[in-house]
Structures are given as structure tokens and as C-alpha cells.
């Protein structure tokens, strides 16, 4: 039964936190080169609503994948999954990175661009804000790869 639930809370943390990779990797690959084109004003405007909703819509999807992590490495020790555990745990540190990332980076530069999206007052430093936030796409992609695939290597374990 332990081994069950540890399973099924594996595939939840995969589900919450591919929701998360997949948002980072679209960033990525896709909305950064689009960001080029746009001018200062657009861009920060188009970030920034994306921002609002994002911050409103997402933290179910991060939050749930974190907690979905942790409980899996608890039930896995319980079940004596020891290896699956071990997994999960790599996936647990790289989100908690992930989390710093985006707590001392990301976050306060998507709140001056939410709040420049509402207000459509636009920061003269727009472009260094999203160069910034752009910086960091790649750690974070890559954190989030890191947990998915720890996770899937946990519930082979299993």
C-alpha cells in the first residue's frame, strides 16, 4: 500500500512540477526571442500580464509539485524504497533551488512588470528587467528537468 501511494504521488510532483517546466521551457524557447521584437512598452505590457495571471494561476501547479516531492521521498522511506527516496530527494533539492531562483530573481522584476502592465507607467530600465529575468531561463529549465526526470527515475524505482 505504501509503495502504491508513494507511486501515485510521484505522478502527481511529475504532474505539478511539468506544469512549471513546461511554462519555463515555452519562456525559453519561444516568448524570450519574441520579447526582441517587441518594443520596450509591448513587451513589458505583454510580461506583465502574463505575470498577473501567472502568479495567481500557478503556485497550485509549483507548490503542489514541491509538496507532491516531499511526500514521495516520506512514503518511499516508509515503503523502504531507499533508492526511489534518494531520487525524489534529488528532485526535491533542485526545485528548492529552483524556488531561491525565482524568489531573489524573478519574482521582484514580474511585480515592477505587473505593476507597469496595470498602471502602463513603463520602467526606463524595462529592457534590463526582462534581460535579467531572461538570464536565469536556463538554470531554471534546467532544474525542472532535473526534478522531472528524478521523479521518473523514482517511481521506476518504486
Known amino acids: 500500500m505504501l509503495t502504491t501511494t ?3 504521488l510521484a505522478v502527481v510532483a511529475v504532474l505539478g512540477n511539468g506544469i512549471v517546466y513546461g511554462t519555463d521551457t515555452s519562456a525559453a524557447l519561444i516568448t524570450r526571442s519574441v520579447f ?3 518594443d520596450d512598452a509591448t513587451m513589458t505590457k505583454f510580461a506583465g ?3 498577473y495571471y501567472g502568479d495567481r494561476r500557478m503556485p497550485f501547479a509549483g507548490a503542489g509539485g514541491v509538496i507532491a516531492t516531499a511526500l514521495t521521498i516520506v512514503t518511499a522511506v516508509l515503503a ?3 533508492p526511489a527516496a534518494i531520487a525524489a530527494g534529488v528532485a526535491l533539492i ?4 529552483w524556488l531561491g531562483c525565482y524568489v531573489r530573481i524573478a519574482k521582484p522584476i514580474n511585480t515592477v512588470q505587473t505593476a507597469a502592465a496595470q498602471s502602463g507607467v513603463i520602467p526606463a530600465d524595462a529592457r534590463a528587467l526582462q534581460e535579467k529575468w531572461d538570464s536565469i531561463l536556463g538554470i531554471r529549465v534546467g532544474l525542472q528537468a532535473l526534478a522531472v526526470a528524478s ?6 524505482l518504486l
Open 36 to 38: 526582441r521584437h517587441f
Open 94 to 97: 533542485a526545485l528548492v533551488v
Open 6 to 8: 508513494a507511486q501515485v
Open 49 to 51: 500580464w502574463g505575470h
Open 80 to 82: 523502504g524504497a531507499v
Open 151 to 156: 521523479l521518473c527515475v523514482s517511481l521506476i
